[in-house]
Structure formats: C-alpha cells, structure tokens
C-alpha cells in the first residue's frame, strides 16, 4: 500500500483569501492550452494574431467553468442546489463535471467560430489536442482535494485516503490518478500524435470524443459513483458511463464520417 500524499488544499493563505491548489489547476490547464495553441496556431492560420489566440482561449475557458459548474449541478446534485443556489458558487470545494464543461466548450467553439469564419469542427478539431492539459491538471487537484476516490482494493498501490474524506479509512484505488494518466497523459499523446499529420476535418475531434469516452467509462468501473447518486442500473453503471457511452458512439460517427466524405469535402486538419 502506499502512503497518501498529505497536502494541504489551501496552496497559499493571505489573511481571509485562501488560493486553493484545485482552482490553480485551472490557472495549469488553461496556461498549458495557450502555450500549445501558440505553437500550433500558424499551422491552423497563419493570418491569426496572438490576440484572437487569446479571445479565443478566454471563451473556451469560461465554457470549461460556467459549462462545468452548471453540468455537476444538473447532472449530480440537482436537489441540493435547488435547495441551496449560493452553493453553486462555492468552486474551491470541487463540484465540476467534464461531461458539462464539454458542452460549455462546444458552444463557446461554435459562437466563436460564427464570429471569426471558422466552421464549428475546424475549431474544435484545433482544441482537442489542448483538452487532456487541463484533464489532466484537473484530476491531481481532485487527488490533492482527496475527492473521488476508488473502491476498495488490496492492490500494491492502493492508498488510504484522509478520515474528513473516506472515514471508513479502507485502502481503495486511487481513481484519480487513473484518470491523469489515462484522461490526461495518454489522450495527450494520441491526440498530438494523431495531429501532427494532415487529417480530414472531424477526424481529430472523433479520436477526442471516442477515447475519452472509453477512458472514463473504463475508470468507473473502479471509481465510486457520487454519494447523493449511487449506482445508477444493475449495480455498476454510473452516471459517468452514462454520459461517455454517447462521446464513444459521436466519436465513432465522426471518425467514420471524416474518412467517408467526398475528398473535396475534407480539409487538413491542425
């Protein structure tokens, strides 16, 4: 078993203002995705300034936020929002759902391009490289928040995670750290890899969508559901199966629609 890494979620305290390590993760995501826009920008238009750049990743990042806090309330705890609204403001205590903060993302992508002459799959076959940086940043700030941990297990790398978040304090997967290596450092390496040929459009948003959905169903299998959920049918199927099943068949469509459409039709990918 290995030891639980006991880190303190406030990264830095200044009187009253608390900077909580989750929220920095955000500041890493989108940070990472800028850099990585910059280097690949000429490829996607050369006629593109740093500026549009930069609109373009504020607007994808109030997407992943507003997209995301608004899909955990929807998805997840609709009841004790409702009860509770001022909740949905309370960010630094996690609350973030991928699924919504994609949708967030696909509209931002889709008003942006209206606005700059880019069809909606030109841009979002841009950003899917970019996603997993923040993915990934995002799944080490739930391990340091001790949140979304896994079922219990007697695997060699299993950890005991700290009593204010398991008190039962049984030795479970570290579900989190799957999902880095899965939802961040290895859809990063597809996609780039995949990327970095001419593909048609459409081709590099179906990888996205076809093996995140496969990562995070994969996942959930050893991932407890959220508490105020459960399991959802026959006692395994969560919510997050639920809603990367449709990423896995859209990826699927998408893929084959991007290799089955007329040659005039395809466009190089970034």
């Given at each position: 078993m290995l030891p639980y890494p006991q880190i303190d979620p406030v990264a830095l305290a200044i009187g009253p203002l608390k900077i909580h390590w989750y929220g920095l993760m955000y500041l890493v995501g989108i940070g990472g995705a800028w850099l990585l826009a910059s280097r690949r920008m000429n490829r996607f238009d050369p006629t593109w300034t740093k500026e549009k750049l930069s609109d373009l990743i504020f607007w994808l990042a109030m997407g992943v936020i507003v997209g995301g806090r608004l899909g955990y309330v929807l998805f997840y705890d609709l009841s004790a929002y409702i009860a509770n609204p001022l909740l949905i403001f309370e960010v630094w205590k996690g609350g973030m759902a991928f699924h919504g903060g994609f949708i967030g993302v696909m509209l931002a992508a889709w008003w942006f391009g209206k606005r700059n002459g880019k069809s909606f799959f030109?841009?979002?076959?841009?950003?899917?490289?970019?996603?997993?940086?923040?993915?990934?940043?995002?799944?080490?700030?739930?391990?340091?928040?001790?949140?979304?941990?896994?079922?219990?297990?007697?695997?060699?790398?299993?950890?005991?995670?700290?009593?204010?978040?398991?008190?039962?304090?049984?030795?479970?997967?570290?579900?989190?750290?799957?999902?880095?290596?899965?939802?961040?450092?290895?859809?990063?390496?597809?996609?780039?890899?995949?990327?970095?040929?001419?593909?048609?459009?459409?081709?590099?948003?179906?990888?996205?969508?076809?093996?995140?959905?496969?990562?995070?169903?994969?996942?959930?299998?050893?991932?407890?559901?959220?508490?105020?959920?459960?399991?959802?049918?026959?006692?395994?199927?969560?919510?997050?199966?639920?809603?990367?099943?449709p990423m896995i068949i859209g990826g699927l469509l998408l893929i084959w629609l991007a290799y089955h459409r007329a040659p005039s039709a395809k466009n190089a990918a970034v």
């Open positions: 030109e841009l979002m076959d841009f950003i899917a490289p970019m996603v997993p940086i923040g993915l990934g940043a995002g799944r080490i700030g739930n391990f340091i928040n001790a949140e979304l941990w896994g079922k219990p297990t007697d695997v060699p790398w299993a950890m005991v995670f700290p009593p204010f978040s398991d008190p039962a304090q049984l030795a479970r997967h570290p579900s989190q750290l799957y999902q880095f290596a899965l939802e961040g450092v290895a859809l990063f390496l597809i996609l780039w890899l995949f990327s970095r040929k001419p593909r048609p459009t459409m081709a590099v948003s179906g990888m996205f969508a076809l093996f995140y959905g496969i990562f995070r169903f994969v996942v959930e299998f050893v991932r407890v559901p959220d508490a105020q959920l459960g399991y959802l049918a026959w006692g395994w199927v969560t919510m997050g199966q639920i809603l990367s099943l």
